[in-house]
């Protein structure tokens, strides 16, 4: 365990019981931005391929230089 992991593990004991279920609730959230974050670069890499032949064109060539 790193020192921060435990310094948080530190802070996380000295709470209020009552305030254990927000913390759960910000790291549930943090997890699923994270999910979703990738789930979009996941999306994004897989679409490359079949919008280059809309990007990649002699005509729109002249946007690229900009």
Same mark, same amino acid.
């Given at each position: 365990?790193?020192?921060?992991? +435990?310094? &948080?593990?530190?802070?996380?004991?000295?709470?209020?019981?009552?305030?254990? $279920?927000? !913390?759960? #609730?910000?790291?549930?959230?943090?997890?699923?931005?994270?999910?979703? +974050?990738? &789930?979009?670069?996941?999306?994004?890499?897989?679409?490359?391929?079949?919008? $280059?032949? !809309?990007? #990649?064109?002699?005509?729109?060539?002249?946007?690229?230089?900009?």
């Amino acid at each position: 365990m790193t020192a921060t992991e +435990q310094a &948080l593990i530190d802070k996380i004991k000295q709470l209020a019981p009552q305030r254990l $279920a927000e !913390v759960e #609730d910000f790291v549930d959230f943090l997890r699923a931005r994270e999910g979703d +974050q990738r &789930l979009t670069r996941a999306a994004a890499k897989a679409s490359e391929t079949s919008f $280059a032949a !809309v990007w #990649d064109n002699d005509e729109d060539a002249v946007y690229d230089r900009n």
